[in-house]
C-alpha cells in the first residue's frame, strides 16, 4: 500500500512538474508575442511620425481623426525638373529614379534646415511649406532660404555631371504667400495635404518660371522685398486665373549679403529675422 501511495504521489509531482513546465514555456511564448507586437507597434507608430507632422501625429492619435486647420498666412513651395519625361527615354529607369530620390532627400534636408513642412512629392515635383502647422512670421523667408539653397544643390549637381559627361537636371521653383486648409484626408494611407488658392498659384508659379529660377508672387515681394533683389517680370498671364504680378529672386541685397554674390546671408540679415 505504501509502495503504491509513493508511486502515485511521485506520478502526480512529476505531472505537476510538467504542467509548471508547460506553463512556464507558455508564458514565455506568451512575453514574447507581446514583445514583438509591441515591436510592431513602434514601426507603425514611427511610419506614421513619417508621414505626418508632430502635431498631427499627436492629435491622431490622442483623437482618432484631425480636425481640418485653417492658416491664414503661409508660403507654398513647389519644384519641378524641366525635361524629366525625355530623361525617362535617355536614361536607365532605375538609375533616374534611383538620383531623383537623392535630390528629394536633399530637398527633405533643406526643408528640415528651415523649418518647413514637406507636404508631398508628385511625380518629379516637390512640395513644401513655411508658417504651418507650426505658425510663425518667418515663413516667408524660410521658404526664399531653402529655395536658394536647392536651386544651389542642384547647380552644384549639375557642375559634376557636366564634367562626366552626362545628363544634368533642370529645375524650376515657384513660391506664393497666402492662407490655405491644412487637414488630413482618408483612413487608410494617411496623408497630411493642404488646399485652396494659394496652393494652385504656387503651383502656376512653377509652370510660369524658367529653368534655374525662383519665380515669386507679388505677395510674397512684397513681403520679402527690403532684404532681397529681384527682376520685375509685369502681370503674367495665369490659366485659370487674372494676372499676376511675378518677380525673379536674384540674390541678398547688399546691406545683408555675405558675399559679394549675394548667395548667402551676414550677420545683419540673421539679426533682422530674430525680431519676426
Not at 34 to 45: D, F, H, I, M, V
Not at 83 to 111: A, R, V, W, Y
Not at 138 to 143: E, L, T
Not at 239 to 249: E, G, Q, R, S, V
Amino acid at each position: 500500500m505504501e509502495e503504491t501511495t509513493s508511486t502515485q504521489l511521485l506520478d502526480a509531482q512529476n505531472q505537476i512538474d510538467s504542467g509548471s513546465a508547460q506553463l512556464q514555456d507558455l508564458q514565455r511564448q506568451i512575453e514574447q508575442q507581446k514583445n514583438e507586437l509591441l515591436a510592431e507597434k513602434q514601426k507603425c507608430e514611427q511610419l506614421l511620425q513619417n508621414v505626418l507632422p508632430d502635431e498631427i501625429y499627436r492629435e491622431l492619435l490622442k483623437n482618432g481623426k484631425v480636425v481640418p486647420q485653417f492658416y491664414k498666412d503661409v508660403t507654398v513651395l513647389f519644384t519641378d525638373f524641366v525635361g524629366f519625361t525625355s530623361m525617362c527615354e535617355k536614361i536607365e529607369l532605375t538609375t533616374l529614379i534611383q538620383e531623383l530620390d537623392s535630390h528629394f532627400s536633399k530637398f527633405d534636408d533643406i526643408c528640415e534646415n528651415h523649418f518647413l513642412e514637406k507636404i508631398k512629392t508628385i511625380g518629379d515635383a516637390y512640395m513644401c511649406a513655411g508658417g504651418m502647422p507650426m505658425r510663425n512670421h518667418s515663413h516667408p523667408f524660410d521658404v526664399v532660404l531653402a529655395a536658394m539653397d536647392m536651386i544651389r544643390y542642384i547647380d552644384e549637381v549639375n557642375e559634376k555631371k557636366k564634367l562626366a559627361g552626362e545628363q544634368t537636371w533642370n529645375i524650376r521653383i515657384g513660391i506664393h504667400t497666402g492662407s490655405v486648409i491644412a487637414g488630413v484626408v482618408g483612413k487608410k494611407k494617411f496623408l497630411y495635404d493642404i488646399w485652396g488658392d494659394t496652393v494652385n498659384v504656387a503651383s502656376r508659379m512653377e509652370s510660369s518660371g524658367e529653368t534655374g529660377k525662383i519665380n515669386i508672387s507679388g505677395a510674397t515681394h512684397e513681403i520679402i522685398q527690403d532684404f532681397f533683389r529681384c527682376t520685375y517680370r509685369g502681370k503674367i498671364p495665369v490659366k485659370h486665373k487674372a494676372d499676376i504680378d511675378m518677380y525673379f529672386l536674384d540674390r541678398f541685397l547688399p546691406n545683408y549679403s555675405a558675399d559679394e554674390n549675394g548667395l548667402f546671408p551676414n550677420k545683419e540679415f540673421r539679426i533682422s529675422m530674430s525680431k519676426l
